[in-house]
């Protein structure tokens, strides 16, 4: 059983403090929806996560299995078990998606004889067309294509957790289905006496969560937790949005609120 | 005019940087006198029969002389010329290499290459150094593909790292042709191509890729001509470099559309990437336009590698420097990717792999 750790952390971009002290733990097999509006640093917490430069950490820790994951670069809080499935996963001309995840599997010590078969397997799985990939990373694949594309890696490297950045974005019904699936089954999937995958799920819409069942669900504003609960709370976001978990002061001091839309609101 | 004389190097007169055309070479560095005319012998292999070495006096452009160099050229002996004639596929690419001394010899090779109407034909032109020490060549290319005709020619630079070369390429293309014009520059000291492409004919078309990687000290310097001398032609012309340690590259481009070339099409993409904080990397794109019925672009970037990019891969696991190694040679590929004979891609993929020097501590 591994565990993710969040305490206390606060970052800023560019100066502009964003995440104002996130504290969230997460185990093995347990998903884990982040639910927040435009502008509430849904995006940051995933990239001080996984270490995206850019960031700048100004307090609090991020732990996985007691190993200070902010003390890591980037490639290494890879290797030990976290995994980023990006929102707008970058094109990278020229670079193939088997050569990378090939690479991938070295820099962690693990085989890669089987990698073919695991990639058609994968493929085949979720809906991924096999002609892609031995392609130049995520250059001219559709927002679909691309989701799926790195629901795939996602799959074949089989982290310890999984932060998924807006996985539902861009992302057509049918591929939202086929990926958010795939996530979900590795959350349940203990085969082969591995622990099943953690899931941190940043996401705006409850779409995501019609796939993927989370355990628990936490509402993100202005760079805070507001509030935790079970899946019930993602109901009430459907019905009521985001409203129902906004501090009143904030109303007052955005007049424009009751008319304009939730965006508008928090995107202060 | 002045002599051109391989004979009386000391009495020619060579330009200098405030020539535009010069601007940023290091043609001051140049002391010809330096350098001994030697007689060369290139190996020539695949369908000989297309091709005449040495006793040819031809001279597609005799009225040009695109710079000194190229006018030196003229006075060495002609050396190969390639005639294809009308309506012939030839299958098999005809391969020439230049084996250049190391001992301060001049070397002056002649490419002659004649196309007929509705011919086709791939060549390739290696130049590599015999060891390690000086030398200068000074390559000239001269082609011309006829109506319909169908050429693929690439040069590959191998040379030493102490070897100058300054090149001159001129084509033309008429009715209905294509030209592809490829290179491939790993090698020498100071090492420049000028192409002159010239449209002549309507429907002709050119496309120009590049591959250029310095390092250590050694400076590449490119000039290409995209030269629209009649209706609907299309010119398309896609350079990638790369600069790492103290190297240098520049690249100078013009795109010309005179005024009888309506209907054309002309693209330059040119793109660098510095690898090092003392790598320099220069890129100047000109338009000259005398017509309105055209579809021209040009884009061009100098910058080091995209840090999305290194991110990307980073979060995949990839340690930073097999991820730069990934990005640069990916990078390449859009250009080796293009190269006529197809089967020279890896071992050229491999040659720039190897002279990459990040991640070579680590490894």
Redesign the interface.
Known sequence: MSTLEINGLRASVAGKEILRGIDLVLHSGEVHAVMGPNGAGKSTLSAVIMGKPGYEVLAGSVMLDGVDVLALPAWQRATIGLHLVMQYPTEVPGVMLDDVLSEALASRGRDTSALGQMLLDEADRIGFEERLLHRPLNVDLSGGEKKRNETLQLAVLRPRFAILDELDSGLDIDALRDCSRRVEDLSNDSSGGREPMGVLAITHYSRLLNELKPDHVHILVKGRIVTSGGPELADVLETDGYAAFVPADELIDEPSASAGGLDDLFAL | MPVLDLEHLAAIELPSTDEEIWRYSRIADLDLGAYRPTDHVPQVSGPIEFVEISGATADLFPDETPDVFAGLNRSAPAQIRIVVPAGTVVDETISITHTIGADGCLVCPRLVVEVGADSQVTIIERFVSSSEGPALVLPVLQLRADQAARVNYLAINELNQTTWAIGNQQAVGLRDSTTLLATVALGGDYARVRTDARLSGKGGSTRQVALYFAGGTQMHDFRTIQDHDAPHTHSDLLFKGAVQDHAASVYTGLIKIREHARGTAAFQTNRNLTLSEGAWAESVPNLEIYTNDVKCSHASTVGPID???R??????????E??ER??V??????VLSQLPAAGLAEGLRARVAAKLNIGEAAS
């Open positions: 840090e999305e990019q991110f990307y891969l980073e979060s995949r696991g990839i340690r930073p097999i991820a990934l990005v040679l990916g990078f390449f590929d859009e």
